[in-house]
C-alpha cells in the first residue's frame, strides 16, 4: 500500500503549535492551493487543506512558518471522526507531515522560486520517446508521455 502526499501552499494563517498532554508538540495548519480549474468568470479555484505536524517538524514550524508563506509539505493522508457535543458524527481528512521545507524566505514579499518554475523540465516532448529496457526479461518498452497516466 502506498499512501504519500507531497503540496506546495500558502499557509493561510500563522501555525497552530501545542503540545499534548505529555508534552509532545503538535502543530496544526492549513495550506491553499490554487487549482488549474478556472470559473467561468475567471477566477481561478483553490483548495484549503488542513495538516498537522508532530515533533521536531511541529517546533519548526511554530518557530519559522507564518502566514502566507509558501511551504512544502510530504506526509500522508489520514482520515479520523469523532463525536461533537451534539452527538453528530464528524469526520476530518488531514495531510500528516513529515518533511517541510520553506520555499521562500521568511522576509521575502511573496515572491518565490517557482516564478522561475518550469514545469516541463525532467520531461519529454510528445514527439520524443524514450526507450526502456527491463534488464530482468530482455524486453524493450517504447513509453511516450501520451501513455502516461498523468
Known sequence: MLN????????????????TAN?????????????RYVLRDGKPTTDFINCVAWNKTAETMDKYVKKGMLIA??????TR?????????????????????????KNSNNSTYLDEYEPNVGYQKD??????KDNSSDIEFNISEDDLPF
Open 81 to 105: 471522526n469523532y463525536e461533537n457535543k451534539d452527538g453528530i458524527k464528524v469526520y476530518i481528512t488531514e495531510v500528516v507531515c513529515d518533511n517541510m521545507r520553506m520555499l521562500e524566505n
Open 73 to 78: 509539505v510530504e506526509g500522508r493522508l489520514q
Open 127 to 132: 514527439e520524443e520517446k524514450e526507450e526502456i
Open 4 to 19: 504519500r502526499v507531497i503540496l506546495i501552499g500558502r499557509t493561510t494563517r500563522d501555525v497552530d503549535f501545542r503540545r
Open 23 to 35: 508534552g509532545t508538540p503538535v502543530a496544526t495548519f492549513t495550506l491553499a492551493l490554487d487549482n
